[in-house]
Every structure is written in C-alpha cells, then in structure tokens.
C-alpha cells in the first residue's frame, strides 16, 4: 500500500460516462462552424467583427458578474458564454454598431441567464432574450439587413435591402399576389445556400442543416423538436397556401427564409430551457411551430420565431410538470 | 437479439480478467465471519470462543424465515467473538476462527464426478436449500430458500438464471459458466424441480460468446433449459430489466417477479445450489475477480468466506502504487472500501483495484436540464427532479414521486454531463421514505 | 358633476358587491381550526420571532395543539412562566425546562485523530454517515461536513476550518435543536446554560473499547474510571465505555476534568487554574 495514499471513498457508480458540459457546448460550436463558414463569404468583414464582439463581450461579462459580483469562481471554462455569443451573434444583422452589440451581450448573459443563477437557471434562452431586446429597443438597426455579397467588405456602412420575409410581408399588405412577389425573390436554390438577406446566421439553410445532423449524430439533440417544429410551420402554411396560394406563400418559402431552421435546430433545442421529456419535446415544437405562423401571417413582424421560442419557454415548466415518461412497472389504472 | 426498452447506459466492459481461469487461493491464518452476510436478521451465534470447529459445521443459525444459517468455512479454534469492521468501516458482530489444517465435516461429499439426478422432493429442497445457508451469490445475498418458497395464491412459470454480468470488470459468473457449467446446469435442474416448472432460460450478454457457446452445448442435453443471448447495456443483469427482456413482462411497481411468474437466480447460486443438493455441501466459498487497470495480473479466486482482501491482493502480487480508490463489487453499484482489512462475504463478487487518475469524482455543476439522466433510467424515474426534492428534504413528495423504484443501478449519476451527485440524495431521500413507512406501519 | 356623481355610485356598487362576495366566499371556505389554538395563541409573548423553531406564534400554538407532550416546545421569550401558562391552557403536562445551549460532544480534529480515507462524494453529514463509518478510526465522531451548521437558522453555529469540528457561538444559541436533529452521528446534545456560560461536559462520544478508540483519536474517553472516583458529588458514570456527567448533580468543581488522562473533558470558560492547586493534587496522588 503505498505510503501517501489514502482510500478515496464515495458512493457508486465509480466509473463515469465522458460526456461533461463543455464537451456538449464544443459539439454546439463545431455545429455552428459551417453556418458561419457562409456567413464569412456572404457577410464578409460584418460577420467576422459581429461574431467576434459578441463572443468576447459574453465571455467578458460573465466572467466579471462571477468573479467580482457573486464572487465565485469563473465558469467560463463550460464555454456555454462562447455559444451564447455565436448564437446571440446569428441573430444580428451584419452591420451592427459595436455598442449594440455588447448590450445585448450584457443582456443576454447579464439579465437573461447570470440573475436567474448562471447555467441551468434560466428560463429563457439568453440569446434570444439579448436579440429581442435589441430588436424592441433598436428596431431601425436591427431590421436593416446588409445584401449578401455585395457588403462583404464593409461593416457599418454596408448596402442594405430588405429580407425575403418582408418583402412578401410588404407585398401582400399592398394587396399584390405572392406569384408576382417570388419573382423579385431570389430561388430556392439560393436560398438554401445562403444568397440573400437576413441575420448572420440564418441565411444558409443547408449549412444549418448539416450542422444539424451533425448534432443528432452525436447525441446532442434529439430530433423531437427540430422535426416538429419544421413539421408544424410546414403544415401550417401548407394549408394556408392550398386554400389560397395568391395570399399565402408556399412551405418551401417558409422553411427557407427566416430564421426558423436556425431556431428550430440550434435555439429550440437549448437543453435548459426546453422540456426534458420526448413527448414533451413535441409539444413544444408543434407550439412554436403555430405561434411562429400566426406571427408570419397574421401578425405585424414579418418574422416571428425569436418571440415564439420564448413564449413556449414560458410554458416549459408547466410542460415538465405534466408530461411524464411513463414508468417501469407503471399500473395502468383501471379503476 | 432481446433486451430491456427503457434506458440503460453503455459503460465500457473492462473485462481483463476473463481469460483468468479460476484458481484456488491458499487457506489463510485465520478468518473473520460476520454475521451478517445476507438480507434479513443476521444470524445467531451457536459457538464459543475455543470451540473447535471443521470446514462446513454450522456455526451460526439462522435468526427467521428471511435469515440464513452460516457456516464455518476452515477448521480451526474460535479465537473471539466480537465486532469487527465490514465494508462500511462500521463494526458489526463477527466470529474469529484461527485456521489449522483443512478439517472438513464427514457429511459432505468432496469428490469431484458431476451427479445429474437428485432423489429430494421440492419441498426437501428448499429445506437443503435453507439449511446450507444458500443465499443470492450475485450480491444482494437475498436468501434463497425464501425465493424459492412460492407463497400462496401465486404460481411460478418460469426459472431465469442471471449469467448477464453487466458490472464492467466482473468476470466472475463468466469463468463459472465455462468452467463448471455442468454442475450449474445440474443446480439449474434442482431449481427446476424446486419450483415445479419446466421451463429455464438463461440469459447471457453478448460479450460472452464462449460462454454462450459453451452453455448451449451443454443444454441439449437438458430438456426445458435453453440460453437466451443479450444485447450488452448496463443494467441488464437487474432482476426486472432480465425478466422484460427475456419474457417481455414487466414487473409491476411495488411488487416481486413471482407477481408474473417468475423466479430469478444467479448462476453462482445455482451452481451452490448443485453443491449443497448433491454434494451436501454448505456455502462456504465463492469465486472472486481481482481485477483492475493497474494490478500486476488478474485472477478469479476461488476463496473460502471470512478470508481477508488483503490475501486476494497480494496473491496478485502487492497493491499498485497508484491505487485510489477499491471497490467491493463492481465499479456501478459496488461499495468503496475505506479500509482494506475487511473480509470476503457470501455477496463479494469482486475486488476492482482503482488508479488515483481515475479515483476521484467531477466537481459538480448546476443541472443544465439536457434529461440524459430521465432518458437513462431503467425504472423511467427522473433523478434530476428526485435529487433536488432530496436537497429541498422533501420526502414525501420523493416518496409521491416513485423514489422507493429506484434500483440504485447508477446509470444516471454515470450520464450526467454535470457530474451531479444524483444517486446520493436519491439514496437519502429513499432511506428518509423507508424510515417514514416503517413509523407509518408502526 | 354627472360624471363625479356616476363614479362614485359604481364605485360605491361595486365596493358593496365585493364586500359581499368577499363575506360569502369567507364563510363557504372557512377552515375549522381547533379553537385551542387560538388560546395558546393568546397567552404567547407575539413576538413572532421564530426562537422555537416554528413559523411565528401562531405556528408554535398549532405544533403544541398537535404535540403528544410539550416536551421539546419551548419558547424562549416567554420562558418557563410562558410554558406554565400554556400547558395549563391545554391541559398537558407543564415541562419545566432550565435554559440550554447546545454542545457539541467532539474533540476529535486532525491532529488528535489521522486521517484514514478520503471523501469524495455529496458534502453532507447525513449521507456520508450512510455511506461508511467515517474518514478517520473512530466510526462515533464528527464528520466535519457542516449539516449542523446548515441547520442552524440563527448563525449560532460555525465550522472551524483548522478542526473542521463545528463550534457553537452561546450568546446567538436560542436552544431550538435543529442541529441536534441535523447530527446523524448524534454529537450534539443541549446542556443545562450555567452562569458565565461555563461547561464541564466529557467531548466524546465513542462506545468503543479503550484501547480500540484510543488507537483511533488521542482524545476519548477511554473509560477508565478515573473521573467517577474523582467525583465527590456521584455525578460521573461509565456506561457501555463511555464516561457520562449528570447535569443535575454536577457542581463544576473540575476535578474530573484535572484527572482525565486524555483530556477528553472539556472545562469551558473557567478561569485558569492556579499553579498550587494543581501541585497539590499531584502531591496527593503521588502520596497516596
């Protein structure tokens, strides 16, 4: 026996799966590379100051509410402030100012995740929380989206149109016929790989999606709510465009443009703050799917899954509490 | 292949030790017997300090219906009755026997020929049975005369014998099945015939082809018994995950197997079993993996009860330097000794070795809500809800909450990306329900 | 004006509505409670202050309606007069309590007992005690977790890093038990409160053999006996090899604590001794 040692006692199991925090957060990250990759060749020089700023500042402000606030020792090394950054970073349009920016870090991290107790307190997504603060209290910048490639070497000063998703909402309100609209639209071909307008992130469907088998492939997430979130907005717009495709664009449209793919498969999908059940997981896509409809048609935001995906937040509790998975062994009642 | 639908972890096996083939360890000086080494009320002593005694005679009678008799493993003299340390560090009452010579008992039978047929009617079974102080040689140590006495108004169908060996680094139900898997054919027969059913399966995990191979061979010549291969997921050896899967029924909350009739042993107990019924032999020693990443060698003990675990580990040749952590049993469910002057029981199935590196735990962090811990849950409970009502000490919603159906398999603590110490305050919240229900039936 | 008058008779209406509702609604979902506590109730000091360990006043009257004695229900506010008067308002036993403070009944810090295993799982008392019997020899003593201390709601109670023994402050302690409860090695007892605070009790627990437990920490009770022969009042006892000092008998004369031989009793907040009494004693002894 040697000298030094003593026996380590604890309770069992003594042997762990490998799985830890910060591998699930760098698995997020490697997802995100190739939204980011085409968010580079689109976006350019804006994109790369956006994701950085972002990044950094969350990091920063975490690190300093931690160490000189709660005074407790840094978390940072989780990297779950690095993916609050990337994704609050996806969320913005590329031609930011950088002030902006870094409140909206503030927020995100400061008021959305650090005062309800760090990690695995919140009840909303910080990223989201971050974007919609900067949308409610800056709508002019955050809803002057940059053109793709022709703004890659500028930042502030960038080209600006509108995004597909607001042009349709324009158009209809004008009362002209969403044939004629698609025209001035780019195709589907160009949609799926990211050529047009719209926050750093979400342009590329196709980038988005592998980052989302990739995810699935490794355990990640589960496909209960990017499945049924696309499902949902599918169906309902489906619907919608067969009762009357001059009023109402098609699914495929809906699925492309805005950014419901990056909500579906990176936001939603957030472990702390969507139910922890399969069944539970459903329900809260089908949700967001619905709210995220009503809001693109009915509503007066030409996109709606930032607020939808917090509205369902809302609800994720009162899901928890009575969506169960049944037990082993569980008697069924009769009577 | 079948295996059980709900949850389940897949830890990495460890199995260096079973290509060790079994060997008998040399008697030690003297042996410390607690008595204690089963569920139910420890048994009471019938000797006295200076007795001399011989290998098989009884030396401590069992105190109950759910008790076992105990019985001297070595011939020697009593040297004292007193407590000693077992595995908790605790001191529980122990006898002492100084070891001289191999003295055994004229009634049992030490020749070595493999006898198929027993003349015992079942009811002179179970009283075998009971009077060996057979017990469930997989851990639990559940008496097994008690299993096997049918109660009133239910009916067994089917025998399942546990040869699944789901803990990573245990090898020692492995080496059994090949090495003596005639005898535990035969002991799996007397059981047959103890319960009056026709019908046994043993089941195997995958990652044991010999012994799958091995067995089946050897069933055709056994009418009723057949060997069901398993898919390999922890905790397949768990009494109600091997019933679903083998039989598809589930054990309903609250209840035993003989609630859908069925009756699960170890295949170490029916290999006792075959020792007690022909060969008139008590349980008196056991096999013991010795096993770990560091140790000189690996080995499968054939060890006499009441040795200490100091003799297994130097038999392998010394402790490693960098041993952190040793562990009674296998690394998901097994116990950490805080001392290694403690003896082999009825229910030691294994002594893994632990280097330093890998001795120590996670520091633990908030829950990040990702329900790996619900989704590993072979019960379908969910141990982030149940560890934070255990901190908040709220038993009774633990206890509205189903906590008393957790098996303690470890499979969520083992997923947790947060290293959360889950099973702990589940252990706490279901001792703090155990001790309300005791006073509530009081 | 029309306005004004408007306003105030539907304010009026609906002021009158709600009351009414607010009166039936009263009445349907009244909750019948035992009218004894409203008596105890009455006799409470109504500080509220939570010294008993329960939610305010009316929540000790509840506990003392529903408790089988008022053995361990004491208000400390109103004190023993306070208790008279509630048990004769329920009839039960009067329980005449002198004042109290808890003890802590372990001396057993790292350099009096080694180390023998580490510890490495949930940071509590009562599941470490589940798991084995402690990091140390000695399966009796204090396992240096702090239940106690996150038991106690009153600050009275802190964890000495160096002994990491937890030491009760006495002008906070309100005597309420919550660590007594908390302890699941039972080392903490509430003792009688002397004047100027001082204590004799005997700082170990262990049911151990003498030689076994001295092996294991270098200040327990080895049950020798020495103190109840140095008693003159019969209030030390040595039972299942462990010494024991009756509070009711107890002079705090300190002599068992001069002739403890491993210092397992403790003499709290006396002053210290004087050099000549010391040398007589040992004069004694080696007369003898």
């Known amino acids: 026996m040697s000298a030094n040692n003593l026996l380590t006692v604890s309770y069992s199991p003594h042997q762990y799966g490998s799985e830890s925090v910060q591998l699930i957060m760098r698995r997020v990250l490697i997802a995100l590379v190739p939204a980011f990759a085409v968010s580079l060749i689109f976006f350019g020089v804006g994109a790369l100051v956006v994701t950085a700023i972002a990044v950094v500042s969350c990091m920063a402000f975490e690190y300093l509410i931690d160490r000189y606030f709660f005074k407790v020792k840094s978390t940072l090394w989780d990297c779950s402030a690095a993916v609050t950054g990337v994704l609050l970073a996806f969320n913005l349009p590329s031609n930011l100012p950088v002030w902006m920016i870094i409140m909206g870090s503030l927020v995100a991290i400061g008021v959305a995740k650090m005062s309800f107790g760090g990690l695995g307190k919140n009840p909303f997504n910080p990223a989201l929380v971050g974007r919609v603060f900067l949308l409610i209290s800056f709508p002019v910048q955050m809803t002057s989206w940059p053109k793709a490639i022709e703004s890659r070497m500028a930042y502030l000063d960038a080209t600006t149109g509108a995004t597909p998703l607001a042009i349709l909402k324009e158009g209809i309100k004008n009362g002209e016929p969403v044939s004629s609209l698609m025209n001035d639209l780019p195709g589907y071909g160009q949609m799926l790989i990211g050529n047009m307008g719209g926050s750093l992130g979400e342009i590329s469907a196709l980038a988005l999606i592998i980052g989302g088998l990739y995810l699935i492939w490794k355990k990640v997430i589960t496909w209960q709510i990017p499945v049924s979130v696309l499902a949902t907005v599918a169906l309902f717009t489906g619907i919608l465009w067969m009762v009357d495709p001059s009023k109402y664009a098609d699914p495929m449209f809906h699925l492309l443009t805005g950014g419901i793919i990056l909500g579906a498969i990176f936001m939603a999908t957030d472990m702390v703050t969507s139910p922890m059940t399969p069944v539970g997981q459903i329900i809260f896509g089908v949700g967001i799917g619905v709210i995220t409809c009503l809001i693109r048609v009915f509503g007066a935001y030409p996109e709606g899954v930032s607020f939808s995906i917090l509205i369902m937040n809302a609800f994720v509790p009162l899901i928890d509490k009575y969506v169960k998975t049944k037990r082993f062994g569980e008697e069924i009642k009769n009577g | 292949m079948k295996t059980f639908p709900k949850g389940g972890v897949h830890p990495s096996d460890h199995k260096q030790a079973s290509g060790s083939s079994i060997e008998v360890l040399p008697l030690p000086k003297s042996v410390c017997i607690h008595l204690s080494q089963h569920l139910g009320a420890p048994a009471e002593v019938i000797v006295a300090r200076g007795d001399m005694v011989r290998v098989g005679q009884l030396i401590a009678k069992s105190a109950g219906f759910v008790s076992a008799n105990i019985h001297s493993p070595v011939s020697g003299i009593v040297q004292k009755i007193e407590p000693a340390p077992d595995v908790t560090g605790f001191k529980k009452p122990a006898i002492f026997i100084d070891v001289q010579g191999d003295d055994w008992m004229d009634s049992i039978d030490r020749s070595a020929d493999i006898v198929k047929t027993t003349e015992l009617s079942p009811e002179e079974i179970i009283v075998r049975i009971n009077e060996m102080g057979i017990v469930g040689m997989g851990g639990a140590t559940f008496p097994s005369h008690v299993k096997i006495s049918v109660p009133k108004g239910k009916k067994a169908e089917i025998l399942i014998i546990n040869g699944v060996e789901c803990e990573p680094f245990l090898t020692s139900d492995h080496r059994l099945m090949l090495e003596r898997g005639e005898q535990m054919l035969v002991g799996v027969k007397i059981l047959m015939k103890a319960l009056q059913v026709d019908k046994a399966v043993i089941g195997i995990e995958k990652n044991k082809p010999d012994a799958i191979g091995h067995l089946t061979g050897l069933c055709s010549a056994y009418p009723g018994i057949r060997v069901e291969p398993l898919k390999v997921k922890y905790p397949q050896g768990g009494e109600k995950q091997l019933i679903k899967a083998i039989t598809g029924r589930e054990v309903p909350s609250g209840k035993l197997p003989i609630d859908v009739g069925a009756v699960v042993h170890n295949v170490g107990t029916a290999f006792a079993v075959y020792e007690a019924v022909i060969k008139n032999k008590p349980l008196i020693e056991r096999i013991v993996t010795l096993t770990g990443k560091s140790v000189k060698r690996t080995a499968n003990f054939q060890v006499r009860i009441g040795t200490p675990i100091t003799d297994l580990i130097e038999a392998v040749g010394g402790i490693p330097e960098d041993t952190g952590k040793v562990i009674n049993g296998g690394p998901m469910m097994g116990r950490a000794l805080p001392l290694l002057n403690v003896p082999v029981t009825k229910g030691t199935s294994g002594i893994v070795l632990i280097p330093e590196n890998e001795a120590n735990r996670r520091e633990p962090m908030n829950c990040i809500r990702c329900g790996r811990c619900s989704a590993a849950c072979p019960m379908g409970l969910e141990p982030y809800y149940l560890m934070s009502l255990g901190e908040a000490k709220r038993w009774d919603d633990m206890e509205q909450a189903h906590v008393m159906d957790c098996m303690e398999c470890g499979s969520c603590s083992y997923t947790c990306p947060s290293g959360r110490p889950l099973l702990d305050f589940i252990r706490l919240g279901k001792n703090s329900v155990n001790r309300i229900i005791r006073s509530r039936n009081k | ?288």
């Open chain 3, 1 to 288: 004006m029309n306005t004004v008058v408007i306003t105030i008779i539907s304010l009026s209406v609906i002021g009158v509505v709600s009351g009414f509702i607010l009166y039936f609604v009263s009445q349907r979902f009244r909750v019948i409670e035992d009218p004894r506590i409203d008596e105890v109730e009455a006799v409470l000091p109504g500080a509220n202050c939570g010294g008993c360990g329960y939610p305010g006043c009316r929540g000790f009257a509840e506990n003392c309606v529903k408790a089988e004695t008022l053995e361990y229900m004491f208000c400390p506010v109103g004190g023993n007069e306070g208790m008279m008067k509630v048990a004769e308002a329920l009839g039960k036993a009067a329980v005449v309590q002198d004042p109290t403070v808890a003890v802590v009944r372990c001396s057993g810090s790292p350099d009096h007992r080694t180390r023998t295993a580490r510890y490495d799982s949930a940071e509590t008392c009562e599941i470490a005690n589940s798991l084995y019997s402690g990091d140390t020899g000695c399966s009796f003593g204090c396992l240096g977790l702090g239940d106690c201390v996150k038991a106690c709601a009153y600050d009275a109670m802190r964890m000495n890093q160096e002994t990491n023994l937890p030491e009760v402050i006495d002008e906070k302690c309100i005597s309420c038990g919550a660590c007594v409860k908390a302890c699941p090695k039972k080392i903490i007892e509430l003792q009688k409160k002397n004047k100027k605070d001082r204590k004799i009790y005997i700082s170990c627990v262990s049911h151990d053999k003498g030689a076994v437990a001295k092996k294991a920490c270098s200040v327990v009770c080895i049950a020798c006996g020495a103190c109840v022969k140095a008693c003159q009042f019969d209030a030390v006892t040595v039972e299942n090899f462990l010494a024991h000092i009756d509070p009711a008998k107890c002079t705090l004369c300190r002599k068992c604590a001069a002739v403890c031989p491993t210092g397992s009793i403790l003499e709290i907040n006396f002053p210290p001794r004087k050099v000549k009494e010391v040398e007589t004693t040992e004069s004694d002894i080696s007369a003898n």
